[in-house]
């Protein structure tokens, strides 16, 4: 059964940029695309991006472009989100999804845990 | 100010039937796929309808989901305690080129 496992929560300072892992315990890239999306504390699910790495593209929410970087390693059936020029209302979970259209639509049928970014001085 | 609009709350007896509403625009609902999630406290979402009205294996036939222009809704019936759980309405928006959510649905079973 094909799971998504996150890297460990974070704490940051202000400015500073945080990179969070997702692996698959199998070959997910062939056939779909993944995405981001983030949970704020006691707030709603925000959409970051995704990455459809069969075609090597991604795509950023307007939001978040120019700090977000989306990547994924095929070999080790990785994907990564880079978050830059963090601020305190950054703070939040940060999930990674499967992607089942493979088109960027929010088919998302497998979530990975979650990791807890905190920003604070 | 999310762009797709859901109520903040709904409540419902056990047994009773709940409806949950989503609105959108031309350039969202009105032109592509709606999809439900569930999340419960401390979990990550799980899909519950895709492209407007198809369930995953495994999830129950008590949830429904229907969509009109530019609008979605899904509807629980038979409610269960352990239905009590935020729902959010996804899709996405051509004028954006990106994803949406709705704010969150917070059901509570009375």
């Known amino acids: 059964q094909v799971q998504l496992v996150q890297s460990g929560a974070e704490v940051k300072k202000p400015g500073s940029s945080v990179k969070v892992s997702c692996k698959a315990s199998?070959?997910?890239?062939?056939?779909?695309?993944l995405s981001w999306v983030r949970q704020a504390p006691g707030q709603g699910l925000e959409w970051m991006g995704g990455?459809?790495?069969?075609?090597?593209?991604?795509k950023e929410a307007q939001k978040f472009q120019g700090r977000v970087t989306i990547t994924a390693d095929e070999s080790t059936n990785t994907a990564y989100l880079e978050l830059s020029s963090l601020r305190p209302e950054d703070t939040a979970v940060y999930f990674c999804?499967?992607?089942?259209?493979?088109?960027?639509?929010?088919?998302?049928?497998?979530w990975g845990q979650g990791t807890l970014v905190i920003v604070s001085s | 100010q999310s762009v797709l609009t859901q109520p903040p709350s709904a409540s419902a007896t056990p047994g009773q039937r709940v409806s949950i509403s989503c609105s959108g625009s031309?350039?969202?609902?009105?032109?592509?796929?709606v999809y439900w999630y569930q999340q419960l406290p401390g979990t990550a979402p799980k899909l519950l309808i895709y492209?407007?009205?198809q369930r995953p294996s495994g999830v129950p036939d008590r949830f429904s989901a229907s969509k009109s222009d530019t609008s979605a809704s899904l509807a629980i019936s038979g409610l269960r305690s352990e239905d009590e759980a935020e729902y959010y309405c996804?899709?996405?928006?051509?004028?954006?080129?990106?994803?949406?959510f709705g704010g969150g649905t917070k059901l509570t079973v009375l």
């Open positions: 199998g070959n997910i890239f062939n056939n779909y695309g």
């Open positions: 990455i459809i790495p069969m075609f090597g593209t991604t």
């Open positions: 031309s350039s969202n609902i009105g032109t592509n796929y």
């Open positions: 996804a899709t996405w928006d051509d004028s954006l080129s990106g994803v949406v």
């Open positions: 999804a499967r992607d089942g259209s493979g088109n960027y639509y929010p088919e998302f049928d497998l």
């Open positions: 492209r407007n009205n």
